[in-house]
């Protein structure tokens, strides 16, 4: 029944559109895919392939890829050639790396889906995939994304459900126009400040980490579907807690004259800043108090702020209060703090 597939495919030639041979036991794809130079949907999910022939690398009209359910080890550097392809699903495999070179190509590919597979690391060059609008990698071994994913600037959707992140970079506030971003199950501690800068994310699911507070502004997010079930997040709870004196370090001490100076514009001191490379890297490190709003380096005092989810938000039923890290420089501001913001106690 393949052969007679393939058989009538290589009949219609260059006006052969679409092959599907999903499904039919085979391990090898068919090496006179390069008599066929009009193809533009190839089918080949559900098979025992486990390497592509080098005859793909003619198939620069194909705009459809399916080799999903099958035994590819690696996304292969042949996939740079499909100048045309658009949709790339390699789902259900044993793909562990990327071979040098395979985004190069990739320029008009709008999806791509490795769910399914075992990488534990996405190289950098997935940056090149500049039109790219959903990327699904569910279900693999990712511990962390390189920053480099956050410059896809189409991303629409982004899919990293079931895998071993601990962290999500900063960068992250470059994909404007992301609205679907999905971490569940992972084992993330800490959502970044750049997510607040996602003006057109609608749809958060992070159930399944290990978060306890959210970034200061995120409530103000145009969400539609918030899903956080299965976090340990901080409960409004106040228990009565002995207060301790500051202090402060010395190097604490000078790193918030100079913030502050700075911050003021102090000529003498800019000047000076410029030859000192180490200390404006560690300047660069600075947090805000939220009371006073003077610079600080240590993270003095870690406060949470109670505020209601919004009502447009679809929300996991018992989510009552979406607690708020906000980062104080001392206790003297601390104690001239509104009444809802509270210290964090272990009991």
């Not at 193809?39 to 005859?55: A, H, M, P, W």
């Not at 071979?99 to 597979?117: E, H, V």
């Not at 145009?222 to 976090?231: D, H, P, V």
């Amino acid at each position: 029944m393949t052969e007679k597939m393939l058989v009538r495919a290589l009949k219609g030639g260059k006006n052969t559109k679409i092959v599907t041979l999903s499904g039919k036991k085979i391990t090898k794809m068919p090496s006179s895919l390069d008599k066929l130079p009009g193809l533009k949907t190839l089918n080949l999910q559900n098979n025992r392939i486990s390497k592509v022939c080098s005859e793909i690398s003619t198939l620069t009209q194909l705009t459809v890829l399916n080799l999903g359910n099958n035994l590819l080890e690696e996304i292969p550097e042949e996939m740079k050639y499909l100048t045309s392809l658009k949709k790339l699903h390699l789902f259900g495999n044993k793909i562990c790396k990327f071979a040098s070179g395979a985004c190069d190509g990739l320029q008009n590919l709008i999806l791509l889906n490795l769910n399914n597979n075992e990488l534990a690391w996405i190289p950098q060059e997935i940056s090149r995939l500049k039109n790219l609008k959903y990327l699904s990698i569910n279900h693999n071994q990712l511990a962390s994304i390189p920053k480099e994913l956050c410059f896809l600037k189409n991303l629409f959707e982004l899919h990293l459900n079931y895998n071993q992140l601990i962290c999500i970079p900063e960068e992250i506030k470059f994909l404007k126009k992301l609205q679907k971003l999905l971490l569940v199950r992972n084992n993330i501690e800490v959502l970044p400040k750049g997510v607040c800068r996602l003006k057109n994310l609608r749809i958060l699911d992070i159930a399944g980490n290990i978060i306890q507070t959210f970034p200061s502004g995120f409530q103000n997010l145009k969400l539609r579907e918030f899903f956080c079930e299965g976090n340990p997040l901080f409960l409004k709870e106040p228990v009565t807690a002995v207060q301790q004196d500051d202090v402060w370090s010395l190097q604490e001490i000078t790193s918030r004259f100079i913030m502050n100076e700075l911050s003021e514009k102090n000529p003498f001191v800019m000047q000076a800043i410029t030859w000192h490379p180490l200390v404006r890297n560690i300047m660069s490190q600075r947090r805000k108090c939220a009371i006073c709003e003077k610079y600080f380096l240590t993270i003095w005092l870690e406060c949470v702020e109670f505020v209601p989810p919004s009502k447009k938000w679809k929300i996991s039923r018992n989510l009552q209060l979406v607690p708020l890290q906000i980062l104080i420089c001392s206790y003297t501001c601390f104690n001239q703090r509104g009444p809802n913001l509270f210290g964090i106690a272990q009991v």
